[in-house]
């Protein structure tokens, strides 16, 4: 199962891993709707087979992300029109109904990642102590600093705590091993739990009936706007989903290079992916309130849902399972921080009753940001996703206070 990872794969060309990507989704869905395969697809979601199967392609070495461009791709064009097009029939009114416990478990989350770091070094130092050692700039928890950049806020807030903290880059591809792949088990079972997320609600003793109006609501809005699909809906709804990501792209490089030459150069807002983000979620938005909203019943959600998938399959590319032999003892460290991160989630969960849609959004929220949180969120309803890219944009902004928080910690505890 090694991944040699100086070897090259054996797909360079971003044109065939792409189709090879969507050959993989288009067997999922495929073999989904097919009896025969209905008891596996009851234990493995379809969703996260979409996640696993390039998972295997990129463990095996058959592609790589680390040659391919695809990513960049996703990010910059599938991600914010995925936003626009999941956002343009919101109940914006039901979203704020949903009440305060989705906020509780997204702030739950930031604590738990928080408190984990530091906890995870004092756990790992009780066996392994020259893991979690280091001096200078090889200390160990400057490198975990920016771990807690990214499982607050992302990427931008990351690269911040790299920066700001100088830990050495040429071990740098430990931590984001670390982040992948830890990251991305959680979110596999976050997936496999969204299957199950009426078992998971009743041993939570969650109140999950204000989620089941706003998803009845929207699929009932749906329903009373649906329409024969044309070819100028069509066009409409690719107007509206690239036209709305160029205005984003546009104006975050006028937002991004305003912030970058002020004071708050050092901060999430001079990241010109966090304005993508904000622009195009609020695009989607915006025309929630206006006749374009109609565009629901021409399948505006399901092509939406479509680039969500996407996305799925390219973030799926990006994990190598072979990490896991390479990078074993930081591995460790970070199973033990998302395991406090977890833990202390579902403990929070069942004291508030909060069903798992809040635990599971509000995790992603901050350990994935936009690029998961809405992912994660239409996995229980494409009407719940702009819960998911909300508190998203939530974690861009608290990500970089809470993981400076978070490395001094760190630094004190550590041996």
Known sequence: MQNTGNVEALITNDAIVFGLLACCLGIVFHTSQQKAFSKFYKIMPALLMCYLLPALLSTFNIISPKTSGLWPIAKNYFLPASLILMTLSTDLKG????????????????????????IAILITSTFSPETVGGAGLDAVWRGLATLAGSWIGGGANQTAMLELYQFNVEKYGAMLAVDVVVANIWMAFILLGAGKADKIDKWLKADSSSIDTLKEKMANYSASVERKFTLPDLIKIIAIAFGGVGLAHFLAEIFGSWAADSNWKDSILASQFFWVVVVATTVGLSLSFTKMRSLEGAGASKIGSGFIYILVAIIGMKIDLSELVKYWDFIIIGLIWMAFHVGLLFLVAKIIRAPFFFLAVGSKANVGGAASAPVVASAFHPSLAPVGVLLAVLGYALGTYAAIICAQLMEIVSP
């Open 95 to 118: 979203v704020i109904k949903l009440g305060p416990k989705a906020l509780i478990m997204f702030f739950t989350a930031t604590v738990g990642i928080v408190l984990g770091g530091p």
